[in-house]
């Protein structure tokens, strides 16, 4: 048995989904861990395009037992609604679906608390949020106020304890306008979709577990980037969860022993979604190109991304953070037609030049770039590495160099076709 991890290397929207998928055609269980419904994980299957927010991107693979783990945050809603619109395409992977039963779930003050921080109403940061509840619903959690899905099945536990949030929350929420609901409102709007999840909601440590010891090959879809993290990103402007490989073991109750291969999703530019530093932004006609090429706006808020070159500063520092054993390179397509490509190899900060990234002052670094020939021959057909033109292949080449960790893919397309896969990682 095999077990993948899938992480974004970026500030998100490197393309797990569509990976995930193409790896999920030899994979047997695949489990999302952590984060919730701020991700947008796109697939494109023969012209047909889905967006997941909470569902794993292994859903379409028929067979594949599909797992959202506890790590994870939980609209419900938007969970049903996920659910449905599976169910009306006939999607026979549904049945396959499990939801821990020790998930949080995002309450309507979450979304409250989110509006107004984003609004500098609560002494925040404005970090451009999804607005969806996310933050302050980890923060319930790590405050031990939270509610999980597994209490909505017991009134005697859910009531009180949920009183006790609001109450929490009500002197804040009130002193800036917003009407707190009761734990009884809240818990009768969560009826019916509690009612429709019940079937998959079980312990999903055991379960994983029984599919590692039967030898079955996993793969650990990751949501958000690396630079998105907790911890690890560009702090205050990150999400609210750990968004690294090893972030997989907390969220699913899995030791790193388990873990055989880390795929770090790289997309072969630079996007970001949301405020913060990002020292290779590009605001003029090259930038614009990849937005425009790429399709880049954000698959969850419509929010146009912001677009800049390769950054092998932050690549190499993610791979250490990972231990990256494989990257997938995406969206190279993107770049056809762009006449010279930069990657960023260093950074200048304070007239110094510094091979790493700094705790203080990434807004103001001046990134020191090699710049590489691009090319302009149509790529979305190429189907080994063969088939692409020379200048590609030294630039995809060079990437991987800087950022340490040899090619698994490269997706040169949205669809699952647009795909040179170099190696199967699963040995079944
Ligand atoms: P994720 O959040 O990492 O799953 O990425 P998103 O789905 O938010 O954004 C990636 C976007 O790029 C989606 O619209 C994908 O369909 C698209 N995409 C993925 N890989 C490629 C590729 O190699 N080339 C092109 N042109 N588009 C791609
Ligand atoms: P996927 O999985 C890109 C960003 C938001 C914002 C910051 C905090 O599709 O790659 P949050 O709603 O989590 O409080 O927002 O994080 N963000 C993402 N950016 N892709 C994502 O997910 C993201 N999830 C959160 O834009 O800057
Ligand atoms: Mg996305």
Redesign the pocket.
Same mark, same amino acid.
């Given at each position: 048995m095999t077990t993948v991890s899938v992480i974004?290397s970026q500030w998100?929207?490197?393309?797990?989904?569509?990976i995930v998928d193409i790896l999920a055609g030899k994979a047997e269980m695949v489990v999302r861990y952590q984060g919730g419904n701020n991700?947008?994980?796109?697939?494109?299957v023969g012209n047909k395009?889905t967006?997941f927010h909470l569902i794993p991107?292994g859903i379409l693979r028929p067979g594949v037992q599909c797992v959202l783990a506890q790590g994870l945050v939980v609209d419900l809603k938007v969970l049903c609604e996920e659910i449905d619109m599976l169910e009306e395409a006939g999607v026979p992977g549904i049945n396959n679906l499990t939801i821990s039963e020790k998930a949080h779930l995002i309450l309507p003050h979450h979304i409250m608390l989110d509006k107004l921080r984003e609004q500098s109403k609560s002494g925040s940061v404005p970090v451009g949020s999804t607005l969806r509840g996310i933050g302050p619903c980890y923060e319930d959690k790590i405050g031990r106020r939270g509610i999980r899905i597994g209490d909505l099945y017991q009134v005697d536990v859910i009531k009180p304890n949920l009183e006790a949030t609001l109450e929490y929350w009500r002197p804040m929420l009130e002193a800036r306008g917003e009407v707190v609901p009761t734990a009884d409102e809240v818990i009768s709007a969560l009826q019916p979709y509690a009612d429709k999840i019940k079937k998959y909601v079980r312990d999903t440590v055991s379960y994983v577990h029984e599919a590692v010891e039967a030898g079955k090959d996993l793969l650990l879809e990751g949501?958000q980037g690396v630079m998105l993290d907790i911890d690890h990103g560009t702090y205050p402007f990150v999400t609210s969860s750990n968004t690294i490989s090893g972030a997989a073991c907390t969220g699913i109750g899995m030791g790193p022993t388990r873990v055989d291969e880390v795929v770090a999703?790289v997309k072969t530019y630079t996007t970001r979604v949301g405020a913060g530093p990002f020292p290779t932004e590009l605001d003029d006609a090259d930038g614009q190109y990849m937005r425009d090429?790429?399709?880049e706006y /954000?698959?969850t808020t419509g929010r146009p991304r912001r677009c800049g070159w390769y950054d092998a500063v932050i690549a190499k520092r993610v791979t250490r953070i990972n231990g990256t054993t494989r990257l997938a390179l995406?969206?190279?397509?993107?770049l056809t037609g762009l006449k010279e490509l930069k990657i960023c190899v260093a950074y200048e900060l304070d007239g110094k030049e510094i091979n790493d990234v700094p705790l203080h002052g990434l807004e103001r670094v001046k990134p020191i770039y090699k710049t590489m020939p691009g090319w302009s021959e149509d790529i979305s057909g190429a189907q080994s590495i063969d088939d692409l033109p020379q200048t590609a292949k030294d630039y995809i080449q060079e990437l991987a160099r800087l950022t340490g960790a040899p090619i698994l893919l490269v997706?040169? /397309?949205?669809d699952r076709d647009?795909t040179i896969l170099l190696e199967d990682l699963y040995s079944k």
């Open positions: 974004g998100g929207d490197e393309g797990k989904g569509k991700a947008g994980h796109t697939l494109v395009k967006i991107s949501a999703i090429k790429g399709a /954000g698959s995406t969206k190279l397509d993107v997706s040169v /397309g949205p647009h």
